[in-house]
C-alpha cells in the first residue's frame, strides 16, 4: 500500500486509524470484532518502538500509528465537559446528520478551553477536542460511530487554519502532543 501523499489523504488515514484503535477494545455485534469491518492501515516508518511507545525523535516518514499515538496524548490533555456535546453529536450521529452539530460542538469546546488556557492555540485544542470527542462518541455507540469519521476528516481538512498549524510543524509527522 501506498504512503498518502496529500495532507487530505493523510487526514483520512489518521482519523479512520483513530477510529479504529478507539473502536478496538469493544466488540462489535454478535462476536465480531472492529478488525472484521474495519481494515488496519498502517505505514511502517524507520521509527523505534518500545512496548508500543512510539519515539518522538526525528520522523522518518508517514507512520500512522505514530500520528495517532501523539493525537490520542493530545486528546487526553482535554479535561472539559464532555457528556453534554457527546450527547448531542450522538443524537445527530443516529439522525444521520452530524456535519453542522459536529462543527460547532468541536468550535465552542476548541474556544472555551482556548479561554480557560490563554496560552492554548486554538488549532492545539480543536484537534485535542476533535479526537476526544471521535473517542467518546466510539465508546458511547460503536455500532454507529464510523459515520462520525468522514464529517471528522473533512471539518480537519477544511479548517484552513489547522491545516496551516499542522503544515507549520512540519505536516502531521511532526506534530507532538506537548507544545513545542
Same mark, same amino acid.
Given at each position: 500500500?501506498?504512503?498518502?501523499?496529500?495532507f487530505?489523504?493523510?487526514?483520512? /488515514?489518521?482519523?479512520?486509524?483513530?477510529? +479504529?484503535? +478507539? =473502536?478496538?477494545?469493544? %466488540? #462489535? !455485534? $454478535?462476536?465480531?470484532?472492529?478488525?472484521?469491518? /474495519?481494515?488496519?492501515?498502517?505505514?511502517?516508518?524507520?521509527?523505534? /518502538?518500545?512496548?508500543?511507545?512510539?519515539?518522538?525523535?526525528?520522523?522518518?516518514?508517514?507512520?500512522?500509528?505514530?500520528? !495517532?499515538?501523539?493525537?490520542?496524548?493530545?486528546?487526553?490533555?482535554?479535561?472539559?465537559?464532555? *457528556? $453534554?456535546?457527546?450527547?448531542?453529536?450522538?443524537? *445527530?450521529?443516529?439522525?444521520?446528520? #452530524?456535519?453542522?452539530?459536529?462543527?460547532?460542538?468541536?468550535?465552542?469546546?476548541?474556544?472555551?478551553?482556548? !479561554?480557560?488556557?490563554?496560552?492554548?492555540? /486554538? *488549532?492545539?485544542?480543536? =484537534?485535542a477536542?476533535?479526537?476526544? =470527542?471521535?473517542?467518546? #462518541?466510539?465508546?458511547k455507540? %460503536? $455500532?454507529?460511530?464510523?459515520? =462520525?469519521?468522514?464529517?471528522?476528516?473533512?471539518?480537519?481538512?477544511?479548517?484552513?487554519?489547522?491545516? $496551516?498549524?499542522?503544515e507549520?510543524?512540519?505536516?502531521?509527522?511532526?506534530?507532538? %502532543?506537548? %507544545?513545542?
Amino acid at each position: 500500500m501506498k504512503t498518502p501523499q496529500t495532507f487530505e489523504e493523510q487526514t483520512e /488515514y489518521i482519523v479512520e486509524h483513530l477510529l +479504529f484503535e +478507539f =473502536l478496538d477494545s469493544p %466488540p #462489535v !455485534a $454478535q462476536g465480531r470484532s472492529v478488525h472484521d469491518c /474495519y481494515p488496519r492501515v498502517v505505514f511502517q516508518s524507520q521509527g523505534v /518502538y518500545n512496548n508500543n511507545v512510539p519515539d518522538f525523535g526525528e520522523p522518518h516518514s508517514f507512520d500512522v500509528t505514530i500520528i !495517532a499515538a501523539r493525537l490520542r496524548m493530545l486528546g487526553d490533555q482535554f479535561n472539559g465537559e464532555m *457528556e $453534554q456535546s457527546a450527547n448531542r453529536v450522538i443524537e *445527530e450521529v443516529t439522525k444521520g446528520q #452530524v456535519v453542522d452539530v459536529l462543527r460547532d460542538t468541536v468550535k465552542s469546546l476548541s474556544q472555551t478551553w482556548c !479561554a480557560q488556557e490563554p496560552s492554548l492555540a /486554538y *488549532e492545539r485544542a480543536f =484537534l485535542a477536542v476533535s479526537v476526544k =470527542l471521535l473517542q467518546v #462518541v466510539c465508546h458511547k455507540i %460503536p $455500532q454507529r460511530a464510523s459515520q =462520525l469519521a468522514g464529517p471528522m476528516r473533512d471539518m480537519i481538512n477544511e479548517n484552513i487554519g489547522v491545516r $496551516q498549524y499542522i503544515e507549520g510543524q512540519g505536516g502531521w509527522e511532526n506534530l507532538r %502532543p506537548v %507544545p513545542n
